[in-house]
């Protein structure tokens, strides 16, 4: 079997209508595919005013806006209605590929399952460790267990690092999991796109040490932490700025907490590109990422990196040489541990210029048309398994 044999039907919780790192992934790997010759259809909720336009044929599935407080903005999948399933039956794939573990992608999985059809699951970020920002850690083992009872229906995972990739396999979540890493466009994150005027417009001097936050401002990304940390600084009066770069839920909060933070909200593009290069560390403390593009795209802006040491960073960040990584804790050691490994960065130009320049390097390595192949490879050799069974 070829690639222009493959017929996919790639269900997504969040394909276009609020941009996040997993769906910008999903939307080059649909461009990939149909450059390739395969066909491709996407399933997934549709709104009026979407975030981006689509890549590929879009196909609309119930859905009701997110029950959680601070996600509004996201909505949840319901399943598949009599339309979507006709035109799914109709379209006639030989791949189902799942990337959110939602009603509509277990409706997906049970479909393909009666037609026969091999199922791929691709992990976005760790569900099991979100109950924890809203107050309900308790239901953690119950959502990995879910989760486990689920990945174990497909034939395959594939994940974007392989520190998630042992994780998921600690877990029990399946034995077949392969790496569909993350690229970096290097026309848009590069040390050139750094911006002094820019800087200076938006407060910051030039002699500053910007830290940087880079992502959705939801409480699961680690917005406490970074303000523990930042708090932290201040009370050792150690130089810095903090540079807050993103929109969400949780930015009247984030305000508040770091008061004096230049916040200068949703960027994309080469406008995103100035931006994160024109700081001049990058602090990620999130624990949820399976890979963390933001921290990937800092990198090859020429930003030392302080990263909890979780799944994601752990497997991009390498500890002494392009940033530090930080044990993460349930206790306010984190962010005191987080403080510690920012404040060289801040008093010392040499090695922030070091650490910088190694992970600029690092970052070259990672070209998008090869690792979406990667997931390609993947089907294709799903396929050839049931081919051979049948």
């Given at each position: 079997m070829d690639v222009t044999d493959l017929r996919i039907a790639l269900f997504s919780g969040n394909y276009n209508y609020t941009r996040d790192g997993a769906n910008q992934a999903l939307n080059r790997l649909a461009d990939y595919l149909l450059r390739q010759g395969a066909a491709l259809?996407?399933?997934?909720?549709?709104?009026?005013?979407?975030?981006?336009?689509?890549?590929?044929?879009?196909?609309?599935?119930?859905?009701?806006?997110?029950?959680?407080?601070?996600?509004?903005?996201?909505?949840?999948?319901?399943?598949?209605?009599?339309?979507?399933?006709?035109?799914?039956?109709?379209?006639?794939?030989?791949?189902?590929?799942?990337?959110?573990?939602?009603?509509?992608?277990?409706?997906?999985?049970?479909?393909?399952?009666?037609?026969?059809?091999?199922?791929?699951?691709?992990?976005?970020?760790?569900?099991?460790?979100?109950?924890?920002?809203?107050?309900l850690a308790f239901l953690e083992p119950a959502v990995e267990a879910l989760l486990r009872r689920f990945y174990n229906r497909c034939d395959a995972l594939v994940a974007p690092s392989q520190s998630q990739i042992d994780e998921l396999k600690s877990q029990e979540m399946h034995h077949d999991i392969s790496i569909w890493s993350r690229g970096v466009d290097r026309e848009v994150f590069d040390p050139s796109r750094r911006d002094m005027e820019w800087r200076r417009a938006n407060g910051l001097n030039d002699e500053d040490t910007a830290i940087v936050f880079l992502g959705r401002l939801v409480m699961e990304k680690g917005l406490d932490v970074f303000a523990d940390a930042i708090v932290e600084l201040r009370k050792r009066q150690i130089p810095h700025k903090v540079?807050?770069?993103?929109?969400?839920?949780?930015?009247?909060?984030?305000?508040?907490?770091?008061?004096?933070?230049?916040f200068v909200g949703f960027q994309t593009g080469r406008n995103l590109g100035r931006a994160l290069a024109s700081g001049d560390v990058f602090f990620n403390p999130s624990i949820t990422e399976t890979f963390g593009n933001v921290t990937l795209e800092a990198m090859a802006c020429g930003l030392p990196v302080v990263a909890a040491g979780a799944t994601g960073a752990a497997s991009l960040v390498k500890h002494g040489e392009t940033g530090r990584l930080v044990p993460p804790s349930k206790t306010d050691a984190f962010a005191k541990g987080c403080a510690e490994a920012l404040a060289p960065y801040c008093t010392d130009d040499a090695l922030r210029l070091a650490h910088g320049r190694a992970g600029e390097m690092a970052a070259r390595a990672y070209s998008w048309d090869a690792i979406n192949q990667a997931v390609v490879n993947t089907y294709l050799r799903l396929r050839s398994q049931r081919s051979a069974v049948t």
């Open positions: 259809r996407v399933y997934s909720p549709v709104v009026e005013k979407p975030d981006f336009k689509a890549t590929g044929d879009l196909v609309g599935v119930p859905n009701v806006r997110m029950p959680v407080k601070g996600r509004g903005e996201y909505r949840l999948p319901l399943g598949l209605d009599e339309k979507a399933r006709r035109d799914l039956a109709q379209f006639a794939p030989n791949l189902i590929h799942i990337a959110s573990p939602d009603p509509t992608g277990h409706a997906a999985l049970k479909w393909a399952r009666k037609h026969d059809v091999p199922v791929l699951a691709s992990v976005h970020t760790r569900f099991e460790t979100y109950p924890r920002y809203y107050g540079l807050v770069i993103g929109d969400g839920p949780a930015r009247g909060w984030f305000e508040k907490a770091l008061p004096g933070g230049t």
